[in-house]
Each structure stands twice: as structure tokens, then as C-alpha cells.
């Protein structure tokens, strides 16, 4: 929290920025070349793994839940495997979640810091394979997510933000991967900081660095792919702008171009914003396709 709360306020402004799928093209390979195979390997779902598949992208790219912290998203995930029919009958045994959920529902940073330190409290053999899948996700981003580069627009973009406001990243990946991603990038020198999710939850980030009056209403953004980030945005007095999952580019170009003048502007919050937000709902339902 200190290292949120010693946040500077230079400017005028704030401008918030989630990274994976949002400044990098990072979701896609993340979730389908690590996540899901690990998802599939440590909770036993290889006899269903076509479903457990499907689930997994559902949940974690083309749905609501999108961007969703890795351990309430498992939680959804596989809840969502017990209960389709087809999947249930290929003879696979999802375990009772309750130790999961009270992690989830308690007040550790939603990290694997965090579920080790919840683990000393409430040992759990859920919670050690809970760990293990974690910490496998982890080795299988770093083996092989490398190479990505922004979307067009973004170092652009980016020296427009710094020139008028602060600016910090606000996301729920783990910091060491954030870090990775932005150095390897060069893109390192233009947030103030980069808050992963070892510093708790988004809105955790937002209320701490830009809570209270440290800037004045209206003058405070956050830019994200999904949404828990409009959610967190909202929650912490900051405008939101979203870029639209398929439509990145667009997105970016678009708050290059004319979003952003209209912040810097103050002529941002109201029928403009509402018209990007109902654009971005549109693309992500909340109920999967399988269920009728």
C-alpha cells in the first residue's frame, strides 16, 4: 500500500493503463498457449479437455468475466466445466471450491504472495494445487510469451499522456511479468509505476494513487480491455475508455486521434463516453454459448 500511496502527483491529470491485451497483443497466446494448457494439466480435465477448453476462452477472453484476476476466474472457470452436461459426462471430478472462494472473498492480495501467505492461515490441499497450477501458468508465460509488441498507436499515445499526466499501470498481472513485457518493449520510462497484482486489486491501484484530491473530478482515466477495468474506474471516481477486444487498433487510434484531446479537453465524460462503453458491452456477453 505505501508503494501506492507514495505515488507523485505531478500534473494536472491521471491517466491509469492496463497492459495484457490492452497496450500489448498478449491475451491470445497468454491464455491459449499457457493458461489453458496448465488449466487443463494440473485440475485433471484432460478427459474433457475440448470443453474445459472452450471454457477457459470464454471465461478469460470473450466474455464479461475478460481480464479477470487468475484465481476467481479458475473458480468461474471450472465451475463452469462441472456444470455442462457434455463435460460431466466424459467422467472428470472437479473438486469442492469453498477453500478457493474464501481466499478469493478474503483480504490477501490476490497474488501467489497472497495465497501463500493465506495458505500459513488456512492450510488447504485445494490451495496447493490452486499454487501449483499458479506457479506452472507462471513458468509456461515466461517460457514462452516473448516478442509481443504494442498495438499501433501506443508510443504515440503514450507521449501524449506523459506530456499532459500522470501516468501509471494498473493491471493484475503478476509485476515481474509487467516489467518484462515493458522493458523488453522500451517502453519502461513512461509510467511514474507499474502496479501488478502483488499490490492488490485494480481498484486497490486507482483509489490509492488518484483517491481523495489528489485530482480534481473529471480529470482522471483509465484505459482498459475489460470489464473489471471499467468496474475499478468507476469505483474509483476515474473516467473510463475502453479498447474494444478484436477492435484494438481502432481503439488505439481513436484515443490517439481524438479521445484523449477530448480528456485533456474535459469534454470527454457524458454522450462520448457513454457511446464508447455501449460499444464495448456489446462485444463481450455474459452467458456462454453452450447454455441455451
Request: charged letters at 25%; aromatic letters at 10%.
Amino acid at each position: 500500500m505505501k508503494t501506492l500511496q507514495d505515488f507523485q502527483t505531478c500534473r494536472e491529470f491521471f491517466v491509469g493503463l492496463d497492459s495484457d491485451g490492452c497496450v500489448f497483443d498478449s491475451m491470445e497466446i497468454k491464455h491459449k498457449e499457457c493458461f489453458t494448457p496448465m488449466f487443463i494439466k494440473h485440475w485433471r480435465l484432460q478427459a474433457a479437455s475440448k470443453y474445459a477448453r472452450q471454457v477457459w476462452e470464454f471465461a478469460n477472453l470473450y466474455s464479461k468475466t475478460r481480464g479477470m484476476n487468475r484465481f476467481p476466474v479458475c473458480a468461474r472457470s471450472l465451475r463452469l466445466v462441472r456444470d455442462w452436461p457434455e463435460a460431466a459426462a466424459r467422467g472428470i471430478r472437479v473438486p469442492d471450491l469453498a477453500p478457493l472462494q474464501a481466499f478469493i472473498d478474503s483480504e490477501f492480495p490476490p497474488s501467489n504472495a497472497g495465497l501463500e501467505d493465506y495458505r500459513e492461515r488456512a492450510p488447504h490441499p485445494l490451495l496447493d494445487l490452486t499454487m501449483g497450477w499458479s506457479l506452472a501458468v507462471n513458468a509456461a508465460v515466461k517460457d514462452i510469451v516473448f516478442g509481443v509488441p504494442p498495438f499501433p498507436n501506443v508510443r504515440e499515445t503514450l507521449d501524449k499522456i506523459v506530456a499532459n499526466a500522470d501516468l501509471a499501470v494498473v493491471s493484475g498481472t503478476p509485476g515481474e511479468a509487467l516489467h518484462r513485457e515493458w522493458d523488453e518493449n522500451d517502453l519502461s520510462h513512461y509510467p511514474q509505476l507499474i502496479a501488478g497484482q502483488e499490490l492488490g486489486k485494480k481498484t486497490v491501484h486507482l483509489q490509492a494513487m488518484a483517491g481523495g484530491d489528489r485530482y480534481a473530478p473529471g480529470k482522471k482515466l483509465m484505459i482498459g480491455d475489460a470489464p473489471g477495468d471499467r468496474t475499478a474506474a468507476e469505483a474509483s471516481g476515474c473516467l473510463f475508455y475502453p479498447v474494444n477486444p478484436g477492435r484494438e487498433e481502432e481503439s488505439w487510434e481513436r484515443l490517439c486521434e481524438e479521445a484523449l484531446a477530448r480528456f485533456f479537453e474535459e469534454s470527454y465524460d457524458g454522450e462520448y463516453q457513454a457511446s464508447r462503453i455501449a460499444e464495448f458491452e456489446a462485444l463481450l456477453p455474459e452467458h456462454p454459448p453452450w447454455i441455451a
